[in-house]
Nanobody, 122 residues
Framework: QVQLVESGGGLVQPGGSLRLSCTAS????????MGWYRQAPGNERELVAG???????NYADTMKGRFTISRDNAKNTVYLQMNSLKPEDTAVYYC????????????????WGQGTQVTVSS
């Protein structure tokens, strides 16, 4: 059983940056792939990026360039660095985890966090 807790969301102006964190507990976290999804009002949840336990990354095509996923296994934490934020990035961002990176990038993994709100507005 893996528990995921997101943090770092908030209000940011267009063009600004935020770094989200997801801290995991309850298992040998380094064995688990982790990822970030987001869901805006009225939209389906969509993949931002995933990362394997060994650091292999997978980004949704529309997220490449402004978003960077990374992890620190010693801290059981995965990060999402978001730069040049736009109002359309406004969404609840969710952490997702599974033993398989494939399951994570398909959104069919076992574990989800509660989400953290990111609002991009002037």
């Amino acid at each position: 059983q893996v528990q995921l807790v997101e943090s770092g969301g908030g209000l940011v102006q267009p063009g600004g940056s935020l770094r989200l964190s997801c801290t995991a507990s309850g298992a040998i976290v380094s064995l688990y792939a982790m990822g970030w999804y987001r869901q805006a009002p009225g939209n389906e949840r969509e993949l931002v990026a995933g990362i394997s336990g060994g650091g292999l990354t997978n980004y949704a095509d529309t997220m490449k360039g402004r978003f960077t996923i990374s992890r620190d296994n010693a801290k059981n934490t995965v990060y999402l660095q978001m730069n040049s934020l736009k109002p359309e990035d406004t969404a609840v961002y969710y952490c997702h985890s599974d033993r398989s990176l494939w399951e994570v990038v398909r959104g069919t993994g076992l574990y989800w966090g509660q989400g953290t709100q990111v609002t991009v507005s002037s």
